[in-house]
Structures are given as C-alpha cells and as structure tokens.
C-alpha cells in the first residue's frame, strides 16, 4: 500500500472574469495553475502564500469542494470526482474533516452544540451510540461533555474553535484540513488550539493539511511546507529547509514580510 494520502497532478482551475461588453470574447481567470502535490499520509503539510495565491482553491480541489478545470485528485488511490452525486461522495466525507477560519461564522447558532458536532454522524449515516461519540469528541478536544446541550453563543472564541475541530474529527476522518483555524485567535488561545492539534494529529493518527499566514504555527506544527504564488506551486520541501534556506527568491521575501508569532512562546 502506497503511503501517498493525496496525489494531486496537473490541478487547474480557471473561472470565467465578468464581461464588461455584451459581446466581448470570454476571459478566463487562473486561480490554480497546473499544480502537483503529494501528501504522505500522516503527515503533516503547511500551505503559505499571499492572499490570492491559491491556496483556498487548492484546498477545495483536494476535497472535492470545487470542479477542476483539468487535472486529477486522488485520495488514498479513489479519484475525486468532484462532479459525481452527492451520494457517491459519501466516502471522501468519510475521510475528511475541516475547520475553517471564522469559528463562530461556521457553527450554526440556532443548533446546540450537540446536534453541531453529531451533525456529520448522522449525515454520514455512522453507526452507534453517536451521543456517546458526541460526549467523548467534546471531551477530547478539552470541552466538558455537559457542554452538548449549550449553544455556540455561549462560548468563547477559542472554545468556538475546538467545537469546530470537535465536530471535524467526530467521524473519525483520515484526513484533517485547517484554513487559516489559529488566524481569528488571540495569541495565548492560538497556543493552547496549536497544542490541541499537535496532540490530536498523534492521538488519531491524522494527516493535517493547514493553510496559514502565520509561519510560527506552520514551523511548530508542519513537517513539510507549500509555497504558493499566483496560483502556482514555487517550493516546496521539509519546513526546516523551505523556512530556513529557502532556494526560490519569492519565498525569501514571503518570509521576510510576515510577523512571526510563536505560539508556544506566547504561552509561556
């Protein structure tokens, strides 16, 4: 058995640009341009970039969230076809969990934190004593198991967060994504979510793919890292090496124009 999770090859993705005339000739924009990516299964993978540089879109190729324009994803040797019925994609949902940036914008606020972090069992048609499953999740990601029947209103951001990541890995997913999830945070609880995915990623034998800007959490927590520009992939390699000798002259100066913020260190 292969140990590549993701095989991606020749990823493309282009969108129509707004006409500005009534018959002027279509435009196209490229937001992913003829990628290859291989994940490790295990692993875990920073992805870093300016706005606008692809990662999002990369991400959502990978999870079968959007259409490629040409190119192919493999998870664990399946083609994700992102184009197929919702039904057949039932197995890639299996795989996969996400926690996005915004931890209150992607909790529904009229659902109990129960019913948020169960919500993937039951779409996913999981079997057993999914309460159960609810209690231990919430457990494990540092909640009490009282808190199911309490709505996201009552939480702090950071407790937001880990009910997202809480119902992220309810399902047991092979496969955890990260868009910006530390980016919303302030810098002690960044810390304390940054220790809880370390934890997580062994304890469940998780691969991690985690876009970010803030090259603190992306050297504390990734083996590898991903450097995008205008859509294309400039480098890539072990996170010690890209960050520290980085061989492509826009990643020097990526990395010279961010603030790094250790999380680790904000916490002691």
Not at 65 to 84: I, N, P
Request: hydrophobic share 40%.
């Amino acid at each position: 058995m292969s140990d590549i999770l993701i095989r991606a090859r020749g990823l493309t993705r282009r969108y129509p640009a707004p006409k500005t005339r009534l018959f002027e000739r279509k435009v196209f924009t490229t937001a992913l341009d003829d990628a290859d990516l291989d994940v490790r299964d295990g692993s875990a993978v920073g992805i870093i970039g300016e706005s606008g540089s692809g990662k999002s879109t990369l991400v959502r190729l990978l999870l079968g969230l959007d259409v490629a324009s040409s190119g192919t994803v493999e998870l664990d040797g399946r083609t994700v076809d992102a184009s197929a019925r919702a039904r057949s994609l039932h197995w890639l949902r299996r795989e996969t969990g996400i926690v996005f940036q915004d931890p209150y914008a992607s909790l529904d606020p009229r659902m109990s934190v129960g019913r948020i972090v169960g919500e993937p069992l039951w779409a996913l048609g999981i079997e057993g004593d999914r309460r159960a499953r609810v209690r231990e999740v919430l457990e494990d990601v540092g909640l009490e198991a009282g808190m199911a029947d309490r709505y996201p209103h009552e939480f702090s951001g950071g407790q937001r967060q880990r009910i997202a990541l809480a119902r992220a890995i309810a399902h047991r997913p092979r496969l955890l994504v990260g868009d910006e999830p530390l980016s919303a945070l302030d810098v002690t609880v960044r810390a304390q979510i940054l220790e809880l995915l370390a934890h997580l990623r062994v304890r469940n034998g998780l691969t991690l793919l985690l876009v970010s800007h803030d090259i603190g959490v992306v050297q504390n927590l990734c083996d590898e890292v991903v450097v995008m520009k205008d859509g294309r992939i400039v480098e890539e390699g072990p996170t010690e090496k890209v960050l520290l000798q980085p061989q492509v002259a826009y990643t020097r100066r990526l990395l010279a124009s961010i603030p790094t913020i250790d999380p680790r260190a904000a916490a002691s």
